[in-house]
C-alpha cells in the first residue's frame, strides 16, 4: 500500500511511542508537526525524522500532503481539533477519549458520518493479540457463559501540574486511564446480550481540584446478568492495568492487557488446569496503526470508530454522575 501520510499535532511525549515507532515500522510518512513551541516541534521533528515543521496546527491541517491527523493533544482539545481534522478533510486517529463529553462526542460523531472519513479512536490494546484472546475465549465458549469482567486501571499520579489534572482540560482519572477499563468492559457486549449499563459508582476528589477524580470505581450489569467491575485511580502506589474474565467453566486473566508489550500473557485457569499463553510483544500501537491504514486504504471496518467512541463518552458521563461529579466541561479554543 502507498504509505499513509501523518500530520501530528502537537510534541507530546506519548507520541513517540504511539504513532513514531510504528510508523517506522509499517513504513507510513511522518509529513508535518506543529507545537505551541516552536523550538520543541522543531526538535521533535529532528529526533523522530519528521520532514518538516508548521506554525500551527491549522497549518498541519490544512498542508495537503497530510492525509491524516494524530491528535495526541491534552483532554480537552480532542474534540475541537478533530472537529477541525474533519472539517479540513483529513482522517483522523485520536488519543483517547474522542471528546470532553458526550454531547461533544455526538458532534465529532455526526462529523465523522458526514464526511464519509475514516475516525479511530487509539484504544490500541483492543487490536493487540492479547485482548483478541480474552474475547475470543469468551465467544467460543472456552470459559462457559460470561458471569463478570473486571478490569483495573491504576497508577501513581503525575506531577500536580500536570494536564491530567486540569478540570478546563478534561482532566481526571476517568478520562485519563479509567476510560480504558470501561471501554473494556463494552468489548463484551456481544457475548452477553449487549452493552453492559451502569448500576453504581463513587469517587473520590483530588486535594485542592473540585471536580477533578483522583480514583472513581463502578459496577455495571449486562443484559443476560453478567455484572461488571471497574477500579480507576491515578493516586496509586503502584502501576496496574490487569482485566479478568469470568466464565461459568473458567478464567483468563490479562495482568498487563493495556500494555501487552510490557507483559503479553494470559493466563487461563479451567477446573481442570491452568496454563498461560504469550501472545507476543510487537506494540499495540503497531497493530492500531496498521488497522487504521487498512481503513483509509481499503476501507476495513475499525473497532473504535467514532460511533464506539460516543459509546464510551456516554458511559464515561454516566459514571461521573452516578458518582456525584459532574461530566467534563467543553473546551474553547
Not at 277 to 298: D, I
Request: hydrophobic share 45%.
Amino acid at each position: 500500500m502507498e504509505p499513509l501520510r501523518i500530520g501530528i499535532l502537537g510534541a507530546a511525549r506519548i507520541s513517540g511511542r504511539a504513532i513514531v515507532e510504528p510508523a517506522k515500522l509499517t513504513g507510513a510518512r511522518l509529513v508535518a508537526v506543529a507545537a505551541r513551541d516552536a523550538d520543541r516541534a522543531e526538535a521533535f521533528a529532528a529526533e523522530h525524522g519528521v520532514e518538516r515543521v508548521h506554525a500551527s496546527y491549522q497549518a498541519v491541517l490544512d498542508d495537503p500532503e497530510v492525509e491524516a491527523i494524530y491528535n495526541p493533544l491534552a483532554n480537552g482539545l480532542h474534540g475541537p481539533w478533530n472537529l477541525k481534522a474533519l472539517a479540513a478533510g483529513k482522517h483522523v486517529l485520536t488519543e483517547k477519549p474522542s471528546a470532553s463529553n458526550a454531547a461533544e462526542a455526538m458532534q465529532v460523531r455526526d462529523a465523522a458520518h458526514s464526511t464519509g472519513l475514516v475516525f479511530m479512536e487509539a484504544f490500541h490494546y483492543a487490536y493487540h493479540p492479547v485482548m483478541r484472546r480474552l474475547l475470543e475465549l469468551v465467544a467460543k465458549g472456552e470459559l462457559g457463559d460470561l458471569q463478570h469482567v473486571e478490569a483495573t486501571m491504576v497508577m501513581p499520579p503525575p506531577p500536580e501540574d500536570d494536564p491530567r489534572w486540569s478540570l478546563p482540560l478534561a482532566g481526571g482519572a476517568v478520562m485519563d486511564v479509567g476510560c480504558y477499563a470501561l471501554h473494556a468492559q463494552r468489548m463484551f457486549a456481544p457475548y452477553a446480550g449487549g452493552a453492559p449499563q451502569l448500576v453504581s459508582a463513587r469517587a473520590g476528589e483530588r486535594k485542592r481540584l473540585p471536580g477533578v477524580d483522583e480514583w472513581l470505581n463502578a459496577d455495571l450489569e449486562f443484559p443476560n446478568g453478567a455484572t461488571g467491575a471497574v477500579r480507576t485511580s491515578m493516586a496509586a502506589e503502584e502501576l496496574e492495568f490487569s482485566l479478568k474474565v469470568v466464565g461459568s467453566r473458567g478464567e483468563a486473566f490479562a495482568p498487563f492487557y493495556v500494555l501487552p508489550q510490557r507483559d503479553d500473557r494470559v493466563v487461563v485457569t479451567t477446573k481442570e488446569d491452568t496454563w498461560v499463553e504469550h501472545r507476543g510483544t510487537r506494540t499495540s500501537w503497531t497493530y492500531q496503526l496498521e488497522a487504521f491504514t487498512g481503513a483509509v486504504r481499503n476501507g476495513a471496518p475499525v473497532l473504535s470508530d467514532a460511533d464506539d467512541a460516543l459509546a464510551t463518552m456516554e458511559l464515561i458521563d454516566a459514571c461521573y454522575i452516578a458518582a456525584g461529579m459532574t461530566p467534563r466541561p467543553t473546551s474553547a479554543l
